[in-house]
Protein backbone atom coordinates (compact mmCIF):
# COMPACT_ATOMS: atom_id res chain seq x y z
CA UNK A 1 0.00 0.00 0.00
CA UNK A 2 1.24 3.47 -0.71
CA UNK A 3 1.87 6.20 1.84
CA UNK A 4 0.29 9.42 1.08
CA UNK A 5 1.90 12.28 1.18
CA UNK A 6 0.34 13.18 4.72
CA UNK A 7 1.26 10.36 5.92
CA UNK A 8 5.32 10.73 5.05
CA UNK A 9 4.95 14.12 6.64
CA UNK A 10 3.90 12.77 9.88
CA UNK A 11 5.88 9.97 9.78
CA UNK A 12 9.31 12.28 9.31
CA UNK A 13 7.64 14.60 12.09
CA UNK A 14 7.50 12.15 14.25
CA UNK A 15 10.93 10.73 13.72
CA UNK A 16 12.55 14.23 13.34
CA UNK A 17 10.97 14.77 16.83
CA UNK A 18 12.52 12.42 18.42
CA UNK A 19 16.28 12.97 17.02
CA UNK A 20 16.01 16.46 17.99
CA UNK A 21 14.32 15.47 21.39
CA UNK A 22 17.68 12.73 21.90
CA UNK A 23 19.49 15.89 20.99
CA UNK A 24 18.67 18.49 23.07
CA UNK A 25 18.39 15.92 26.55
CA UNK A 26 21.69 14.12 25.64
CA UNK A 27 22.75 17.40 26.96
CA UNK A 28 21.90 17.00 30.73
CA UNK A 29 24.77 14.44 31.24
CA UNK A 30 27.20 17.13 29.55
CA UNK A 31 25.44 20.24 31.87
CA UNK A 32 26.43 17.46 34.93
CA UNK A 33 29.44 16.64 33.93
CA UNK A 34 30.80 20.32 33.23
CA UNK A 35 29.13 21.54 36.68
CA UNK A 36 30.99 17.96 38.27
CA UNK A 37 34.73 19.04 36.60
CA UNK A 38 34.61 22.97 36.22
CA UNK A 39 32.05 23.88 38.72
CA UNK A 40 33.32 22.29 42.03
CA UNK A 41 37.06 22.32 41.52
CA UNK A 42 36.80 26.34 41.43
CA UNK A 43 34.11 26.52 44.21
CA UNK A 44 37.11 24.00 46.48
CA UNK A 45 39.81 26.48 45.57
CA UNK A 46 38.12 29.93 46.24
CA UNK A 47 35.84 28.81 49.08
CA UNK A 48 37.71 25.95 50.94
CA UNK A 49 36.43 22.75 51.84
CA UNK A 50 34.74 23.99 55.13
CA UNK A 51 32.77 26.66 53.17
CA UNK A 52 31.85 24.69 50.45
CA UNK A 53 30.64 21.63 52.90
CA UNK A 54 28.63 24.30 54.47
CA UNK A 55 27.08 25.85 51.05
CA UNK A 56 26.53 21.79 50.38
CA UNK A 57 24.51 21.30 53.26
CA UNK A 58 22.63 24.59 53.19
CA UNK A 59 21.99 23.31 49.38
CA UNK A 60 20.72 20.20 50.33
CA UNK A 61 17.82 22.15 52.69
CA UNK A 62 15.86 23.52 50.13
CA UNK A 63 16.46 20.46 47.01
CA UNK A 64 13.53 18.78 49.05
CA UNK A 65 11.14 21.53 48.49
CA UNK A 66 11.85 20.65 44.62
CA UNK A 67 9.83 17.62 45.37
CA UNK A 68 6.83 19.79 46.55
CA UNK A 69 4.97 19.86 43.40
CA UNK A 70 3.98 15.93 44.23
CA UNK A 71 4.44 14.72 40.57
CA UNK A 72 1.77 16.92 39.18
CA UNK A 73 4.12 18.53 36.42
CA UNK A 74 4.79 15.08 35.14
CA UNK A 75 1.53 13.51 34.81
CA UNK A 76 -0.18 17.00 33.89
CA UNK A 77 2.30 17.12 30.79
CA UNK A 78 1.04 13.26 29.76
CA UNK A 79 -2.48 14.09 30.38
CA UNK A 80 -2.23 17.25 28.42
CA UNK A 81 -0.19 15.52 25.37
CA UNK A 82 -2.68 12.84 25.26
CA UNK A 83 -5.83 15.34 25.37
CA UNK A 84 -4.03 17.37 22.53
CA UNK A 85 -3.40 14.03 20.34
CA UNK A 86 -7.49 13.48 20.71
CA UNK A 87 -8.14 16.60 19.78
CA UNK A 88 -9.51 17.94 23.03
CA UNK A 89 -7.14 21.40 23.43
CA UNK A 90 -9.65 23.40 25.60
CA UNK A 91 -9.29 20.00 27.97
CA UNK A 92 -5.42 20.37 27.76
CA UNK A 93 -6.14 24.00 28.81
CA UNK A 94 -8.01 23.09 31.69
CA UNK A 95 -5.02 20.69 32.93
CA UNK A 96 -2.66 23.82 32.10
CA UNK A 97 -4.47 26.37 34.56
CA UNK A 98 -5.63 23.75 37.46
CA UNK A 99 -1.93 22.47 37.53
CA UNK A 100 -0.18 26.24 37.57
CA UNK A 101 -3.13 27.06 40.07
CA UNK A 102 -2.18 23.93 42.44
CA UNK A 103 1.56 24.12 42.38
CA UNK A 104 1.89 28.45 42.88
CA UNK A 105 -0.54 27.91 45.64
CA UNK A 106 1.85 25.03 47.06
CA UNK A 107 4.77 27.20 46.26
CA UNK A 108 3.11 30.30 48.18
CA UNK A 109 2.61 28.34 51.52
CA UNK A 110 5.95 26.29 51.39
CA UNK A 111 7.71 29.65 50.83
CA UNK A 112 5.98 31.21 53.79
CA UNK A 113 7.61 27.98 56.12
CA UNK A 114 10.54 28.28 54.46
CA UNK A 115 11.16 32.10 55.34
CA UNK A 116 9.70 31.64 59.17
CA UNK A 117 11.65 28.40 59.28
CA UNK A 118 15.12 30.42 58.08
CA UNK A 119 14.16 33.14 60.05
CA UNK A 120 13.39 32.09 63.50
CA UNK A 121 15.63 28.83 63.95
CA UNK A 122 19.28 29.06 65.07
CA UNK A 123 20.17 26.96 61.22
CA UNK A 124 23.87 27.92 61.83
CA UNK A 125 24.26 26.61 65.46
CA UNK A 126 21.85 23.35 64.45
CA UNK A 127 24.08 22.66 61.62
CA UNK A 128 27.53 23.74 62.73
CA UNK A 129 27.99 26.50 60.51
CA UNK A 130 31.16 28.37 61.41
CA UNK A 131 32.40 30.04 58.08
CA UNK A 132 29.26 32.32 57.36
CA UNK A 133 27.40 34.73 59.56
CA UNK A 134 23.90 33.65 61.23
CA UNK A 135 22.63 36.28 58.66
CA UNK A 136 24.20 35.05 55.87
CA UNK A 137 22.83 31.64 56.72
CA UNK A 138 19.37 32.39 57.38
CA UNK A 139 19.19 35.01 53.88
CA UNK A 140 21.11 31.89 52.02
CA UNK A 141 18.54 29.69 53.04
CA UNK A 142 15.85 31.87 52.46
CA UNK A 143 17.04 33.01 48.70
CA UNK A 144 17.83 28.74 47.73
CA UNK A 145 14.10 28.02 48.88
CA UNK A 146 12.36 30.18 47.03
CA UNK A 147 15.44 29.49 43.89
CA UNK A 148 13.72 25.76 44.72
CA UNK A 149 10.38 26.88 44.84
CA UNK A 150 10.26 29.07 41.59
CA UNK A 151 11.90 25.65 39.63
CA UNK A 152 8.33 24.02 40.19
CA UNK A 153 7.46 26.33 37.10
CA UNK A 154 9.53 24.72 34.80
CA UNK A 155 8.15 20.74 34.50
CA UNK A 156 4.41 22.89 34.35
CA UNK A 157 5.46 25.33 31.15
CA UNK A 158 7.36 22.23 29.64
CA UNK A 159 4.48 20.92 29.44
CA UNK A 160 3.20 23.27 27.33
CA UNK A 161 6.10 22.89 24.69
CA UNK A 162 5.73 19.10 24.84
CA UNK A 163 1.68 18.96 24.01
CA UNK A 164 1.87 20.33 20.99
CA UNK A 165 4.72 18.45 19.41
CA UNK A 166 7.37 21.32 20.59
CA UNK A 167 9.32 18.90 23.50
CA UNK A 168 13.07 19.27 21.63
CA UNK A 169 12.85 23.39 22.07
CA UNK A 170 12.00 23.26 25.45
CA UNK A 171 14.52 20.62 26.27
CA UNK A 172 16.91 22.73 24.91
CA UNK A 173 16.08 25.44 26.90
CA UNK A 174 16.21 24.09 30.04
CA UNK A 175 19.33 22.72 29.52
CA UNK A 176 20.80 26.41 28.23
CA UNK A 177 19.06 27.20 31.49
CA UNK A 178 21.12 24.52 33.48
CA UNK A 179 24.73 25.51 32.17
CA UNK A 180 24.27 29.34 32.00
CA UNK A 181 23.31 28.99 35.74
CA UNK A 182 26.63 27.05 36.71
CA UNK A 183 28.79 29.47 34.02
CA UNK A 184 27.18 32.41 36.13
CA UNK A 185 28.03 31.08 39.85
CA UNK A 186 31.08 29.91 38.80
CA UNK A 187 32.15 32.80 37.62
CA UNK A 188 31.09 34.83 40.53
CA UNK A 189 32.15 32.33 42.50
CA UNK A 190 36.00 33.09 41.06
CA UNK A 191 35.32 37.19 41.53
CA UNK A 192 35.30 36.53 45.16
CA UNK A 193 31.53 36.01 45.49
CA UNK A 194 30.14 34.95 48.67
CA UNK A 195 27.58 32.32 49.25
CA UNK A 196 24.57 34.39 49.78
CA UNK A 197 25.57 36.57 46.83
CA UNK A 198 25.37 33.07 44.74
CA UNK A 199 22.22 32.47 45.97
CA UNK A 200 21.17 35.47 44.92
CA UNK A 201 22.38 34.78 41.43
CA UNK A 202 20.52 31.86 41.50
CA UNK A 203 17.11 33.25 42.54
CA UNK A 204 17.77 35.79 40.20
CA UNK A 205 18.80 34.20 36.95
CA UNK A 206 15.99 31.44 37.44
CA UNK A 207 13.39 33.82 37.70
CA UNK A 208 14.18 35.58 34.36
CA UNK A 209 14.85 32.23 32.44
CA UNK A 210 11.65 31.17 33.46
CA UNK A 211 10.26 34.29 32.10
CA UNK A 212 11.68 33.92 28.51
CA UNK A 213 11.28 30.32 29.08
CA UNK A 214 7.41 30.75 29.62
CA UNK A 215 7.17 33.43 26.53
CA UNK A 216 8.64 31.20 24.05
CA UNK A 217 6.13 28.44 24.96
CA UNK A 218 3.67 30.99 24.77
CA UNK A 219 4.63 31.72 21.51
CA UNK A 220 5.15 28.36 20.05
CA UNK A 221 1.42 27.31 21.71
CA UNK A 222 -0.23 30.15 21.21
CA UNK A 223 -3.57 28.45 22.25
CA UNK A 224 -2.23 28.14 26.14
CA UNK A 225 -2.51 30.80 28.25
CA UNK A 226 -2.26 31.76 31.75
CA UNK A 227 -5.35 32.22 33.84
CA UNK A 228 -8.24 30.79 36.43
CA UNK A 229 -11.16 30.44 34.13
CA UNK A 230 -10.06 27.08 32.72
CA UNK A 231 -8.76 25.80 35.58
CA UNK A 232 -11.40 22.97 37.73
CA UNK A 233 -11.12 20.66 40.82
CA UNK A 234 -12.12 17.71 38.74
CA UNK A 235 -9.10 17.77 36.81
CA UNK A 236 -7.05 17.92 39.76
CA UNK A 237 -8.84 15.40 41.46
CA UNK A 238 -8.26 12.94 38.20
CA UNK A 239 -4.65 13.75 38.85
CA UNK A 240 -3.90 12.71 42.37
CA UNK A 241 -3.42 9.17 41.59
CA UNK A 242 -0.67 8.89 39.11
CA UNK A 243 0.89 12.43 40.46
CA UNK A 244 1.34 10.67 44.00
CA UNK A 245 2.39 7.55 42.19
CA UNK A 246 4.77 8.97 40.79
CA UNK A 247 6.62 10.26 43.59
CA UNK A 248 7.49 6.76 44.34
CA UNK A 249 10.32 6.95 41.41
CA UNK A 250 12.33 9.72 43.12
CA UNK A 251 11.96 8.21 46.62
CA UNK A 252 12.59 4.15 44.69
CA UNK A 253 15.86 5.93 43.21
CA UNK A 254 16.98 7.06 46.78
CA UNK A 255 16.18 4.00 48.41
CA UNK A 256 18.14 2.25 46.04
CA UNK A 257 21.01 4.39 45.89
CA UNK A 258 21.34 5.08 49.35
CA UNK A 259 20.04 1.81 51.23
CA UNK A 260 22.62 -0.25 49.62
CA UNK A 261 25.28 1.98 50.25
CA UNK A 262 23.80 1.81 53.91
CA UNK A 263 23.74 -1.90 54.11
CA UNK A 264 27.10 -1.75 53.06
CA UNK A 265 28.15 0.14 55.48
CA UNK A 266 26.95 -1.59 58.29
CA UNK A 267 27.94 -4.87 57.64
CA UNK A 268 31.47 -4.42 56.09
CA UNK A 269 32.21 -1.28 57.03
CA UNK A 270 33.41 2.55 55.48
CA UNK A 271 36.28 1.12 52.98
CA UNK A 272 33.57 -1.14 51.73
CA UNK A 273 31.53 1.79 51.02
CA UNK A 274 33.89 3.24 48.85
CA UNK A 275 34.78 0.44 47.19
CA UNK A 276 31.46 -0.40 46.06
CA UNK A 277 29.95 3.15 45.47
CA UNK A 278 32.78 4.13 43.43
CA UNK A 279 32.20 1.19 40.97
CA UNK A 280 28.73 0.98 40.99
CA UNK A 281 29.14 5.23 39.70
CA UNK A 282 31.22 3.76 37.37
CA UNK A 283 29.12 1.50 35.81
CA UNK A 284 25.74 3.40 35.69
CA UNK A 285 27.12 6.26 33.80
CA UNK A 286 25.53 4.90 30.64
CA UNK A 287 22.35 5.35 32.26
CA UNK A 288 22.05 9.23 31.73
CA UNK A 289 22.68 8.46 28.05
CA UNK A 290 19.59 5.69 28.33
CA UNK A 291 17.17 8.51 30.13
CA UNK A 292 18.24 10.74 27.33
CA UNK A 293 16.42 8.00 24.88
CA UNK A 294 13.38 7.10 27.28
CA UNK A 295 12.95 11.46 27.49
CA UNK A 296 12.87 11.37 23.76
CA UNK A 297 10.12 9.15 23.07
CA UNK A 298 8.32 10.13 26.18
CA UNK A 299 6.20 12.91 24.67
CA UNK A 300 5.21 11.36 21.12
CA UNK A 301 4.74 7.86 23.31
CA UNK A 302 1.68 10.03 25.37
CA UNK A 303 0.76 11.14 21.74
CA UNK A 304 0.64 8.56 20.01
CA UNK A 305 -1.29 6.45 22.80
CA UNK A 306 -3.90 9.28 23.05
CA UNK A 307 -4.53 9.35 19.57
CA UNK A 308 -4.68 5.23 19.89
CA UNK A 309 -2.30 5.37 17.32
CA UNK A 310 -1.30 1.66 18.81
CA UNK A 311 1.05 0.97 15.43
CA UNK A 312 3.57 4.02 15.67
CA UNK A 313 3.28 3.34 19.95
CA UNK A 314 4.36 0.14 19.60
CA UNK A 315 7.11 1.20 17.11
CA UNK A 316 8.32 3.65 19.34
CA UNK A 317 8.44 1.57 22.13
CA UNK A 318 10.51 -1.03 20.62
CA UNK A 319 12.73 1.62 18.62
CA UNK A 320 13.77 3.01 22.19
CA UNK A 321 14.49 -0.32 24.02
CA UNK A 322 16.20 -1.59 20.84
CA UNK A 323 18.59 1.09 21.60
CA UNK A 324 18.60 1.34 24.86
CA UNK A 325 19.50 -2.28 24.98
CA UNK A 326 22.28 -2.22 22.07
CA UNK A 327 24.19 0.92 23.80
CA UNK A 328 24.13 -1.01 27.34
CA UNK A 329 25.38 -4.09 25.43
CA UNK A 330 28.28 -2.16 24.17
CA UNK A 331 29.34 -0.26 27.42
CA UNK A 332 28.95 -3.18 29.26
CA UNK A 333 31.90 -4.91 26.87
CA UNK A 334 33.68 -1.87 27.03
CA UNK A 335 33.56 -1.73 30.60
CA UNK A 336 34.97 -5.72 31.32
CA UNK A 337 37.63 -4.95 28.84
CA UNK A 338 38.81 -1.19 30.19
CA UNK A 339 37.12 -0.47 33.23
CA UNK A 340 39.65 -1.88 35.15
CA UNK A 341 42.02 1.02 33.73
CA UNK A 342 39.42 4.02 33.82
CA UNK A 343 38.87 2.74 37.57
CA UNK A 344 42.69 3.04 38.87
CA UNK A 345 42.89 6.47 37.09
CA UNK A 346 39.84 7.79 38.10
CA UNK A 347 40.59 6.56 41.80
CA UNK A 348 44.24 7.12 41.54
CA UNK A 349 45.05 4.13 42.70
CA UNK A 350 43.29 4.60 46.32
CA UNK A 351 40.45 2.67 46.01
CA UNK A 352 41.03 -1.52 45.18
CA UNK A 353 38.53 -2.67 42.61
CA UNK A 354 36.75 -6.18 43.43
CA UNK A 355 36.59 -7.56 39.82
CA UNK A 356 33.75 -10.23 40.98
CA UNK A 357 31.49 -7.07 42.33
CA UNK A 358 32.25 -4.98 39.24
CA UNK A 359 31.44 -7.69 36.86
CA UNK A 360 28.19 -8.39 38.56
CA UNK A 361 27.35 -4.40 38.52
CA UNK A 362 27.80 -4.71 34.90
CA UNK A 363 25.18 -7.17 34.62
CA UNK A 364 22.77 -5.24 36.89
CA UNK A 365 23.12 -2.13 33.94
CA UNK A 366 22.32 -4.75 31.42
CA UNK A 367 19.29 -5.53 33.37
CA UNK A 368 18.12 -2.56 33.88
CA UNK A 369 18.37 -0.95 30.75
CA UNK A 370 16.08 -4.21 29.75
CA UNK A 371 13.31 -2.68 32.06
CA UNK A 372 14.15 0.83 32.34
CA UNK A 373 13.40 2.55 28.89
CA UNK A 374 10.22 -0.11 28.34
CA UNK A 375 8.90 1.91 31.51
CA UNK A 376 8.33 4.83 29.72
CA UNK A 377 4.99 3.30 28.59
CA UNK A 378 3.37 3.55 31.57
CA UNK A 379 4.67 6.47 32.87
CA UNK A 380 4.17 8.61 29.34
CA UNK A 381 0.67 6.97 29.74
CA UNK A 382 0.07 7.84 33.28
CA UNK A 383 -0.47 4.35 33.78
CA UNK A 384 2.09 4.11 36.15
CA UNK A 385 0.53 3.39 39.75
CA UNK A 386 0.96 -0.59 39.52
CA UNK A 387 4.78 0.30 38.34
CA UNK A 388 4.95 2.50 41.58
CA UNK A 389 4.28 -0.04 43.75
CA UNK A 390 6.18 -2.68 42.30
CA UNK A 391 9.24 -0.53 42.14
CA UNK A 392 9.06 0.76 45.56
CA UNK A 393 8.30 -2.48 47.18
CA UNK A 394 11.57 -4.33 44.76
CA UNK A 395 14.01 -1.60 46.30
CA UNK A 396 13.40 -2.04 49.42
CA UNK A 397 13.63 -5.61 49.53
CA UNK A 398 16.51 -5.12 47.14
CA UNK A 399 17.98 -3.42 50.50
CA UNK A 400 16.46 -5.85 52.92
CA UNK A 401 18.66 -8.53 50.55
CA UNK A 402 21.78 -6.49 50.40
CA UNK A 403 22.20 -7.09 54.45
CA UNK A 404 21.54 -10.77 53.81
CA UNK A 405 23.74 -11.45 51.17
CA UNK A 406 26.67 -8.99 52.04
CA UNK A 407 27.22 -10.63 55.60
CA UNK A 408 27.48 -14.37 53.57
CA UNK A 409 29.20 -13.02 49.79
CA UNK A 410 30.50 -9.69 50.92
CA UNK A 411 30.45 -7.19 48.19
CA UNK A 412 29.29 -9.36 45.66
CA UNK A 413 26.44 -9.96 47.82
CA UNK A 414 25.02 -6.66 47.72
CA UNK A 415 25.68 -6.63 43.69
CA UNK A 416 23.38 -10.17 43.53
CA UNK A 417 20.58 -8.08 45.83
CA UNK A 418 20.59 -5.36 42.88
CA UNK A 419 20.79 -8.12 40.16
CA UNK A 420 17.71 -10.16 41.86
CA UNK A 421 15.44 -7.34 41.97
CA UNK A 422 16.30 -5.91 38.81
CA UNK A 423 15.50 -8.96 36.66
CA UNK A 424 12.45 -9.49 38.34
CA UNK A 425 11.03 -5.87 37.90
CA UNK A 426 12.01 -6.25 34.36
CA UNK A 427 9.91 -8.96 34.11
CA UNK A 428 6.74 -7.04 35.61
CA UNK A 429 7.68 -3.87 33.67
CA UNK A 430 7.63 -5.39 29.80
CA UNK A 431 4.91 -7.45 30.79
CA UNK A 432 3.12 -4.66 31.26
CA UNK A 433 3.98 -2.11 28.54
CA UNK A 434 3.51 -5.11 26.16
CA UNK A 435 -0.16 -5.40 27.88
CA UNK A 436 -0.47 -0.91 27.16
CA UNK A 437 0.56 -1.31 24.24
CA UNK A 438 -1.50 -4.46 22.48
CA UNK A 439 1.76 -5.82 21.28
CA UNK A 440 3.09 -9.71 21.51
CA UNK A 441 6.14 -10.97 23.50
CA UNK A 442 7.72 -12.55 20.55
CA UNK A 443 7.35 -9.45 18.01
CA UNK A 444 9.00 -7.18 20.89
CA UNK A 445 11.89 -9.85 21.59
CA UNK A 446 12.69 -10.13 17.83
CA UNK A 447 12.72 -6.79 17.29
CA UNK A 448 15.93 -5.90 20.04
CA UNK A 449 17.67 -8.33 17.61
CA UNK A 450 18.08 -5.71 15.02
CA UNK A 451 20.59 -2.80 14.82
CA UNK A 452 18.53 0.05 16.61
CA UNK A 453 16.97 2.98 13.77
CA UNK A 454 15.11 5.52 14.69
CA UNK A 455 14.84 6.42 11.32
CA UNK A 456 12.78 3.01 10.56
CA UNK A 457 9.75 4.50 12.69
CA UNK A 458 6.86 4.62 10.58
CA UNK A 459 3.08 5.38 10.99
Not at 217 to 225: E, F, G, K, V, Y
Not at 427 to 435: A, P
Request: net charge positive; with cysteine.
Amino acid sequence: MTETTGQVFARNSVRQRVLRGLGATALGPVVTTFVQVVSVPVFLHFWGTRLYGEWLILSALPAYLALSDLGFGNVAANDMTMRVAAGDRKGALAVFQSTWILVTSLSALLGIFAVATALLLPLHRWLSISSMSSHDVRMTVVLLSMYALMSLQGPIILAGFRCDGHFPAGALLTNIIRIIEALVATAAVFLHARPVHVAALYLGMRTLSLLVFAAVMLSMTPWIRYGVRQATSSCIRALMRPAFAFMAFPAGNALSIQGIVLAVGIVLGPIAVATFSTMRTLTRFVIQVMDSIKNSVWPELSAAYGAQDWRLARKLHRHACQASLWLAALSVAGLFVFGPRIYAIWTHGRVTMDPTTFHLLLLVMLANSFWSTSSVVALATNRHQRLAAVYICATAASVALAFVLTRSFQLPGAAVSLLVVDFATGWFVIRESLGLLQDSFGGFARSLVNLPSFAAIRY
